[in-house]
């Protein structure tokens, strides 16, 4: 079995558990699979889950694509093969409650047509109202996953979370963070290709134990004002995926299935002008919605 | 007084215009306003309206800021002088009934610190249900303005638009278009700095007589199914700007007011993993959602 093949088999079923984890944790609603092709080459099982107990709307993602790169992406990427291949499971979970975090997660393995190989990926949580001590839980159980692979990885890859999920024109971070890698390869870690594929495949199974505990909250009531707040704060979701996101613009300008992609976005989102925080918690968010804070 | 002066002043009156129509035309909310101040230099006139008898959330703007231009600007707008002039009137209305149409204005005036200028801007309309006779009259009103200035603006203007006002990743027009034209001066259009001026001012002048056609069908009710199409419709209004609209990204680049620019995005929206029309009248929208579509 070649290294692609041995990706792609991991990471479907990855996919499968992590499903599974989540029907559980959610308690109503399953996930809906519907498989696609990709006209120039591969495709991928999307499968969205709505209308449960805790996620109103949900969707993890497999896909695996191959072909030739647009040059518009062999520009971003500065690389100049052609072929490639790229494989990954990609998650963005909006809850029903205010008072649990969105989540997204995403493990994705490159190879090009010259042998060149990049892992990435990353785990950021998103509170609607920021909860030290759950953001301090969150950072911890990725540092724990990062640390049984390098000693290096959590702090390069925390900071490069803070840079990678913010929303410059409002000069806030997305959430608090998490952590972000990319272009990842033995020269770059000091790991093996495999033991690259062992640790994406860790961090995507550190997801569905800490969303566990990040759900606690979601048995208290909503306030009208609360659920105004959530709103808003999606719509901060949605300029970020719309206008950063690098996986997204690579999904768009490689004529990704543009349901798949665009899964990340809320069922629903609000826009107010010029909103000012309401209350304390509100503000006491958007204080912490900032770079190098240490959650540990 | 300068060019530059003459093309703000008539810009100003041109939004105080604006503001009086709709408002009489809304007959319930008015615009609030906020004038604010460029760090670079420069600053603007955001009047918003919320909550209105016909307008949900909806923004006239006016701004004129001047400084040196970013690099990233320069590169795209392909220029090489730093100091620019900038002034506009922008406009997005969301209408509370999903029976009367999103619509857009803008017209614009940009000069380099050489003396190089042009005139860019645009009306384009965005039906939650296409309407072809109500299409056509907003396409004739347009044409007539167009005709006296140039037989050829009206022709190239309208398939400007159908291919600006587009969303790739969808394959689909924003919605039955209008006109768009950009960096337009004296060589390009066979008209004076000062007829371009006066052609500016007289496609703003057309915008609310145009709305006010547009929305007669405002007071029919509205279905709850409707009212979730209308947040659809809104969905891919929010891709589009988000995505690709260069004003949006010229203002978030050039460090422009956040509130003012964003303004665009509507008070609700929605994203339902992979809708399919659940109607004859939404269908029918879908199929006409094209672009080279002749109105007239």
Redesign the interface.
Known sequence: MSFKDTVQRKFEVLQNEICDGLEKLDGKSYFKE?RWKREGGGGGRTR?I?DGDLIE?G?VNFSAVHGSLPESVKNSLEVKVNDFFACGVSIVLHPNSPHVPIIHMNVRYFELGNGNYWFGGGIDLTPHYVDTELARDFHSKLKSTCDRYSSQFYPRFKVWADNYFFN???NETRGVGGIFYDKLDDSKSGLTKEELLDFSIDVGQTFVPAYEVQSKNRIFPCTEQERQWQ?IRR?RY??FN??YDRGTKFG?ETSGR??S???S??????????YKPKSEKERTTLDLLRKEVDWL
């Open positions: 519907d969205v709505q709307k969707g410059h024109h409002r709103l719509g949605v300029e719309l206008v768009l543009v349901e992609i665009l899964m976005l809320p069922k629903e989102a609000s826009w107010l002008y010029d």
